[in-house]
């Protein structure tokens, strides 16, 4: 059981906005910021969102962030095939020390 | 080019440790703190600690204290990490990450993985 919950599953058709929540408690993300991270299938995971809504150099704009409260968002606009991925939350948890993660959403992209 | 290059796959017997490595190229180790995390087959990803290769000063998360051990080498830019009495439900793919800005979270360079296998 993941400390922040997020759907085991979304989709979308090509072109289309999917949009992807993370929800935690006051301990993580109520007072921590949230990162996202992709994985494609077979590698390792890359760093997509930080600090709620910051992108890393080349990730495109179609991909942003936004927090609220004890939750988090990703979205995706203009869906394309190359985005069926898995999807994962990550923030900072203050009574465990430790950084936790979301337990993944699969993105189908039909 | 800016990578982290690991170890090779390991299987190892219950009871037994493991130690994978993680080497930068392109900076030098010292200037970020190193994560680990794993995934096992099939699951989500799992936090394990960090280490401050400048200090050497490391946190790890409560599940493993005890087990897991994160070092480092300055003289060959590498980092490592060990875990200890292992456990068939250790088996999973170990990576190393970079966090570009300590306390962010923002995990921007991350090595492509070491399987870690546990069995009889």
């Known amino acids: 059981q993941s400390v922040l919950t997020q759907p085991p599953s979304a989709s979308g058709t090509p072109g289309q906005r999917v949009t992807i929540s993370c929800s935690g408690s006051s301990s993580n993300i109520g007072s921590n910021t949230v990162n996202w991270f992709q994985q494609l299938p077979g590698t390792a995971p890359k760093l997509l969102i930080y600090?709620?809504?910051q992108r890393p150099s080349g990730v495109p704009d179609r991909f942003s962030g936004s927090k609220s409260g004890t939750s988090a968002s990703l979205v995706i606009s203009g869906l394309q095939s190359e985005d069926e991925a898995h999807y994962y939350c990550a923030s900072w948890h203050d009574s465990l020390n430790a950084w936790v993660f979301g337990g993944g959403t699969k993105l189908t992209v039909l | 080019q800016v990578q982290l290059a690991q170890s090779g796959a390991e299987v190892e017997k219950p009871g037994a440790s493991v130690k994978v490595s993680c080497r930068p190229s392109?900076?030098?180790?010292?200037?970020?703190?190193m994560h680990w995390v794993r995934q096992a087959p099939g699951q989500g990803l799992e936090w394990m600690g960090w280490?401050?290769?400048?200090?050497?000063?490391?946190n790890y998360a409560q599940k493993f204290q005890g087990r897991v051990t994160m070092t480092r080498d300055t003289s060959i830019n590498t980092a490592y990490m060990e875990l200890s009495r292992l456990r068939s439900d250790d088996t999973a793919v170990y990576y190393c990450a970079r966090e570009f800005n300590s306390g962010v979270g923002n995990f921007d360079l991350w090595g492509r993985g070491t399987l870690v296998t546990v069995s009889s």
């Open positions: 280490i401050n290769p400048d200090s050497g000063a490391t």
């Open positions: 392109g900076y030098t180790l010292t200037g970020y703190y």
């Open positions: 600090t709620n809504i």
